[in-house]
Structures are given as C-alpha cells and as structure tokens.
C-alpha cells in the first residue's frame, strides 16, 4: 500500500509538473479576450525594418488592440454590407492597393503574422478592412466591381445596401507672419467614426523611404494626418463627391507619410492614381513653410495657396466641401443635411485662424485653444454663438472629434491628443492634453527628446503647485491639493518607468538582442513619457483653471 502511495504521489507530482511548465495556450479563434476600453493615454509603439518586419512588429506589439479593433469594425461592415459582399470589396480596394502601394501589403503581411504569433486569428483581408474602414462605411461606391480587378459580385447593384453616417474634420495651416515663430503649422481635428477612437502613436524607422509618425486606431498604419523625417506633414479632411473604385483615401495615408518628401510628389502621387470614394482635401507643408491645399474628389481636382480663397494672411482653413472657387460647382448645395456644419465649422475655423494670422499670434496654444471653444460663428447672420457645446457647428465636437493632431515639421515636432479636445467627453479618462513628441531618425534620438520634454512638463507643474502651496491659495483645499499631488506622483513613476526602459532599450542593441524585442522596449520607454507629459499638464492646467475660477468666482469647492 505504501508502495502505491508513493507512485501515486509520484505521478501526481509529474503531472502538476507538466501542467504547470506548459506555457498558456495561445487564443484560439473561437476565444472572445475581455473586454478592453480606449485609453486618453494611448501607447506608442515604435517598430523598425523592412515593411514586413515594421508590420510583423506592430502587430506583436498591439496585437490585443488590433483584435478588438478588428471585432467592433468587423461587425459593423457585414451588418451593413453582408458578409460576401464584404470579403469581395476588400479584394477590389486590395488590387488597387497593390498596384498603386506595394509597400502596403507588405506591412499588412507582417502584422498578420505578428497578431498571429501573440494567438489571434486574423487574415490579411481583415486588415485591408481595418484599413479602408471609413471609406467603406462612408463612401462605399454604388457601382459594379472593374473588370481590371477580376472580382465579381453574386448580388445585383440595386440589392447592395447603402450605408450612412459620414465623418468629417477641420484643419487649417499658416507659416510666415502668421505664427509667433515665423515656422509652419499644420493642424487637424478628426471627426472620425467614434468606434475607431481606440488609437495609438506609430512612430517608424523604414528602411525604405522616410522615418515617420502618425497617429492612426490600432490596426491602421496612418489614419487622416502625419509628418515625415523629410519635414512633409499633412493633414486630410474628407469631402463630399461622387464615390469610385479605386485607390482609397486611407491607402493614400500611408504612401504618402513614408514615400513623399514634398508636396509636389504627393500631388502629383494623387492626380497621376485613381482617386477612390471621395478622397479629399491634403493640407500640406514642406520644412521651409510652402503650405497648400490639394482639394480634390474621385473626379475633380485642385491646388490652392494662401489668398486664393481671401485670406489675408499666410493661412489656409479646410473642412469638409471644396473651398477653391475653380471647384465650388462640385459641392453639394450647403443647405443639404450632411454639408450644413462644414460650412459652419469653416467659417468658425475661418475667424479664429484668420484674426490670430493677422496679428502673428498662430502656435500651438492657439490650436489648442481653438480646438476646445464651445463657441462658434453662423455664417448666414454674421453674429457668434457662445457656450453652445450641443451644436454640431462648434469645433470641440462630441461625439465626432476624436483625435488632434499639430504638427512643426521644420522642427520635426508632432503633438496628439486622444478624445474630445476639452477633455470632456471620449473617452473615459479623457485628458484634453497633449503628448508632444519629436521625431528623428532613429528610436534613441526620439526617446531622448520625449524624456526632456516629460521633465519639462514635470518640472513645471511641480513648481507650480509648489508656489500655490507656499502662498497657500485659497483654492487649494486638502481635496484639491491631495488630487493634483497625485498626478504629479503618478508623472514621477511613469518617468522612472521610462528611464528604466530606455536603458534597457539601450543595452539591448548592444547585448545583440532581437531587433523584435529593442522595438518593443522603445516603445514601452515612449509610451512611460508619454503618460508623464499627460499628467503634468493635468495637474498644471488643473492648477491654472482653479486659479482663474477663484479669482473670477471666489471660493472653489
């Protein structure tokens, strides 16, 4: 007995061995992950190579993101479209994808096998949907499949189902007297779809073409604005046109964030392609300040520099129609439903930037600022609007404003910001602030440049709430005190965290580590200062309202 006992234990011990040193099954496709929320401090994830391996890398290193992403969009386009009729167009936007931006599917590629190798199952036709969402939902023509491509549809064109809802944004860029600095500015907010807000900082180092970075939701490589290392940066807001097969407005992102190095070649890049859905308006500058707008639809096109359309300074406004006066027979009448709040956004855009431009006043505060106003201007009456967070004409739009981007591209500087720009609104969490970050070409460069500016932002925030507390402002209650004190320790972790990550990253290159795992350690570095900076401006502009409230209102609670 005593004998089997021990064999007995034996096995058992062997067993919970096995059990134990077998690493976690990766999920299978039929495993649903829990359910994940969108951060107002999203992660910055940094990849390096060729297009394959940069694909390969974003997607071990956001794999979990990309899933979800891939869920929710997913669902939403076979709701609409079914689920043949889905699979069918994205062959269709894939052919033109591959012939006009080969370096696309390459990224795609890679990233499949990245989400694979961390346990999700996904195809390389979920991530062109991923990709093309927008233009799907949004634009998706009414029209048979090209013979070029090869594709046929089982089902008539009457019975295809139309989707809607659009997007829509607002930008604008100025240079020369118009800003405090004489550099250029070009600036958007995106009103994109809000399922799509759960987004990230790319921040990439091609061996081909530009070093770039770009804000894109997980899944996509760039999505409605970005700069390269040549200095390019751009911004698009959509327009409203007759939509065509071709090559869709979010393959034109990539191609144009890592190939082009002026505005001249993305210009003529986009007259010399197909144009697809209704492709847009590129606000564009160069390092040396040369902005300009390419408007354009599937079928018309035009460029505009400052004064073509009035302005009486080095500025250029965009929302969502044709402002060029050589293409205003092409929009659609400003009294129809889906035009009435471009007209409107324009024209409240039109008078913030045009009153700044002619007093040299235009930086980022300014953007900012703008960009959080409740208040907006009615073009029909002339008169403004104040306080009126409800309207669809005001610039800090809920739900619709998702992301902002302001980019410096003489001095490589890009600043995003997740959710609605007051910080009222998407998502949960939301901060109102931005993550500021310069870009180079290399990972060490960049992190050093985010590291000094983490501290910066520290530094002035802690100084700050120092001072308060010495005078011993009113305002600063034990509550208050004790919140804003805990954003600050929550900024000196986070940049421990990140000191501890670039040494690491560091070393790692060094040490002759997989170029996989240097990446990912940068990217963990970047993202630790990025949640610094976030919440040292959360204490300081907490600091700086309660300031103004009390000497305004009196007593704050």
Known sequence: MKRKLTV?????????????????????????????????????????????????????????????????????????????????????????????????????????????????????????????????????????????????????????????????????????????????????????????????????????????????????????????????????????????????????FH?????????????????????????????????????????????????????????????????????????????LPPYIDLMVNSYSRYATAWEYVKAAAEKGEIDFDFAKKMYQSDDWYNPDTNKWHYNEPESPNVLNNFPESVTQSIFFPSDLIAYFQVGTPSGIGLPGGATGEYVKLQLADDPVTVTESADKAAFEFYTEARNLFAKELNRNAPYLTFLVAQSIRGMLDEAMIEYERGMDRAGFAYLAKIEGRPVNEQVALWSEALTHYAKVQLYSQMAATRLMILSSKYMVLGPVT
């Open 255 to 331: 191609y144009l964030n890592q190939y082009c190095k002026l505005p001249i070649e993305a210009y003529e890049y986009l007259e010399e392609t197909p144009r697809a859905g209704v492709t847009g308006a590129f606000v564009t500058s160069d390092a040396t300040g040369n902005i300009s707008v390419f408007e354009s639809m599937s079928h018309v096109f035009a460029t505009r520099v400052p004064g073509d359309a009035g302005e009486t300074a080095e500025f250029l406004v965009q929302t969502n129609h044709l402002i060029n006066p050589s293409l205003q027979e092409h929009n």
């Open 8 to 252: 007995l234990l034996g096995m058992l011990l062997i067993f919970s061995l096995l059990v134990w040193s077998v690493p976690a099954a990766a999920a299978s496709p039929s495993d649903v992950p829990p359910a994940q929320n969108t951060s107002a401090m999203p992660p910055v994830i940094v990849v390096s190579g060729s297009n394959y391996e940069m694909g390969y890398q974003y997607g071990e290193q956001a794999a979990p993101l990309i899933y979800r992403n891939l869920a929710i969009l997913k669902s939403n386009v076979i709701k609409v479209f079914g689920e043949e009729t889905t699979y069918k167009d994205m062959e269709v936007w894939s052919y033109y994808a591959d012939k006009y931006d080969p370096g696309l599917r390459k990224w795609l590629e890679g990233m499949k096998a990245g989400v694979r190798k961390k346990g999700y199952d996904i195809s390389y036709l979920d991530l062109v949907l991923l990709t093309v969402y927008p233009a799907q939902m949004w634009c998706r023509p009414d029209a048979p499949y090209p013979d070029e491509t090869g594709v046929k549809s089982s089902l008539a064109i009457s019975d295809k189902p139309t989707a809607e809802g659009y997007h829509s944004c607002h930008a604008f860029a100025a240079t020369g007297s118009a800003t405090k600095d004489g550099k250029p500015i070009v600036s958007i907010s995106k009103m994109v779809p809000i399922e799509t807000m759960h987004s990230l900082i790319l921040i990439a180092f091609p061996d081909e073409g530009y070093s770039f970075i770009a804000n894109p939701y997980a899944g996509a490589i760039v999505q409605n604005s970005g700069m390269n290392s040549s200095g390019f940066a751009w911004v698009l807001t959509a327009q409203f046109g007759p939509p065509a097969w071709g090559v869709v407005t979010e393959v034109y």
